[in-house]
T-cell receptor
């Protein structure tokens, strides 16, 4: 099936640091979304992106829809302890006729932990 | 309701038994999705509904899995003859018509022993 390659798989953060993660694919996507999941909970939507090149912010989070339509980036500025969790990228695949596949394809996640 | 609600939150069943997992979507959301999440993985698509009909069931792993949404609101995911490999968190999400933003419930953790 279609794959989304999300990196890094895990990273450690210190309070105040900026964090970056990305998602790439060999296929073109019409929509990119970023979710955060805490233990025992479902994913929570952070940001949705709809157009190539789009840059959208939600507080300290900024995400971009890559101009090739095959990648997306998420940045977290001035991280705080509650940023810890697993971040997932997800996308709607572009179909041959130009429309979108109905379901979302997810990456494997980036786990953010606090530096020991 | 205010959010997507899934019941039960945890289910332990014996191998070979039948289970039903329920999802109450956000009120007014016409699209409903089922995903399965294994430990350390992202959610994997199973099936999605537009209204009462299954628009895409290509993610269902085999014919032991079936889902219904008879009135276009609540959905039930049904698993027959459960196997240990079915153990996972089953997530439900919903969205408005033509809106790609899907909102998830807290999931049902299924354990087959």
């Amino acid at each position: 099936g279609q794959q989304l390659n999300q990196s890094p798989q895990s990273m450690f953060i210190q309070e105040g640091e900026d964090v970056s993660m990305n998602c790439t694919s060999s296929s073109i996507f019409n929509t990119w979304l970023w979710y955060k999941q805490d233990p025992g909970e479902g994913p929570v939507l952070l940001i949705a992106l709809y157009k190539a090149g789009e840059l959208t912010s939600n507080g300290r989070l900024t995400a971009q829809f890559g101009i090739t339509r095959k990648d997306s980036f998420l940045n977290i500025s001035a991280s705080i302890p509650s940023d810890v969790g697993i971040y997932f990228c997800a996308g709607q695949l572009r179909m041959n006729y130009g429309g979108s596949q109905g379901n979302l394809i997810f990456g494997k996640g980036t786990k953010l932990s606090v530096k020991p | 309701g205010a959010g997507v609600s899934q019941t039960p939150s945890n289910k332990v069943t014996e191998k070979g038994k039948y289970v039903e997992l329920r999802c109450d979507p956000i009120s007014g959301h016409t699209a409903l999705y089922w995903y399965r999440q294994s430990l350390g993985q992202g959610p994997e698509f199973l099936i999605y509904f537009q209204g009462t009909g299954a628009a895409d069931d290509s993610g269902l792993p085999n014919d032991r899995f079936f889902a219904v949404r008879p009135e276009g609101s609540v959905s039930t995911l049904k698993i027959q003859r459960t196997e240990r490999g079915d153990s996972a968190v089953y997530l439900c999400a919903s969205s408005q018509l033509r809106d790609t933003r899907a909102f998830f419930g807290q999931g049902t953790r299924l354990t087959v022993v």
